[in-house]
């Protein structure tokens, strides 16, 4: 298993390097000057270049990539052009706030979406069912920031029950600032966990030793609970790992939207203001946080599923065979 574990994150250095890579020459590429943004409109000649001098924005393109590389490899994203403050004390000082986000959106989910597939798996083809999956095909088609500009009309201007805009400070203003933003992000992927759950629990209802259980007597919710369910657990953790590692790094337009102090909404003023250092270092920082959910979640399946460990145990154990 550490074998495995060290070989994953080894992957990780190609994925950073072709990630920075497509960033920084789209930024780079994109219009804007970011010494005019610094200076602003009224700033003289001389000064933009004085400051594009000072940026390093009058080197090769080529050379600039390779400097930010160089100083990646030794843990420096850099001061960003905006603020001119180090890019990694404002990332670790937005991303608890965008994982706080996540964390909810994927308990929403959860709640909605694994309740409605296993009752839409258990009531195939009845008109449950087919409202249960025409919602679920709803929640998947539909924008996260239309629902959100939505429920921010309904909930915080029409009705006046919850805040639509900031961060709580304290623990229940933090879950009533918290509630908007989190049902936005979770909707989506509660329509794609209760579609996951569905299908898994569906390959699993009629395996024999679901039939054998009931013969037995044993009640029908330990059967969902601890047959069903469980058995049907793979998939499910596929999805939700996949979605949540998304959240962390897609919560930009909710997060702009609820003004969320969080990551997504740093990177989308960033963008704005071509703060090309801040912009690269948050997606180098997101996409190692992905390839890190990803790697959890693979490790899950082994104690999810016993039969994983197992096999990957006889795989080991026939290498050492061969060798």
């Known amino acids: ?3 495995y574990i060290l070989k994953r994150l080894l992957l990780m250095i190609p994925i950073l390097i072709g990630v920075t890579f497509i960033v920084f020459f789209i930024m780079s590429l994109t219009p804007g000057d ?17 400051m594009r001098v000072e940026l390093g924005l009058n080197k090769p393109l080529v050379v600039r990539y390779g400097n930010f590389l160089w100083d990646l490899i030794h843990g420096d994203l850099g001061i960003s ?26 308990l929403v989910a959860l709640a909605i979406g694994i309740p409605v597939g296993i009752i839409s798996a258990k009531k195939q083809y009845t008109k449950l069912d ?7 095909l709803i929640g998947v088609s539909m924008p996260n920031f239309w629902l959100g500009l939505l429920l921010s009309l309904l909930f915080a201007l029409k009705l006046g029950w919850l805040p639509s805009q900031g961060m709580g400070q304290g623990f229940i ?16 992927v509660a329509a794609t966990v209760a579609r996951m759950t569905r299908s898994s629990m569906l390959e699993v209802i009629r395996q024999d030793y679901i039939s054998t259980a009931r013969a037995k007597g044993v009640a029908e919710g330990e059967i969902t609970r601890r047959h069903m369910l469980r058995n049907a657990m793979i998939p499910i953790v596929t999805a939700v790992g996949l979605q ?11 997060e702009t939207i609820f003004s969320w ?39 899950i399946y082994a104690f999810v599923d016993p039969r994983i460990k197992s096999q990957y145990k006889k795989a080991n154990a026939s290498k050492r065979v061969k060798v």
């Open 173 to 188: 203003p933090l879950l009533r600032s918290l509630v908007l933003p989190a049902l936005t992000l979770g909707t989506g």
């Open 130 to 136: 087919n409202i249960s999956m025409v919602l679920s």
């Open 261 to 299: 102090p969080g990551l997504g909404r740093l990177m989308v003023e960033s963008i704005n203001s071509k703060d090309i250092p801040m912009v690269l270092g948050a997606t180098v920082f997101l996409a190692m946080m992905f390839s890190i959910v990803n790697l959890i979640v693979d490790i």
């Open 244 to 254: 949540f590692g998304v959240l962390l790094g897609g919560a930009m337009l909710t």
């Open 81 to 106: 052009y905006r603020n001119r403050i180090p890019v990694w004390p404002q990332i670790i000082d937005k991303f608890p706030n965008t994982v706080v986000l996540a964390i909810a959106g994927i």
């Open 34 to 50: 970011p010494a005019a943004v610094i200076l602003g409109d009224q700033a003289t000649a001389e000064a933009l270049e004085a």
């Open 1 to 3: 298993m550490w074998k």
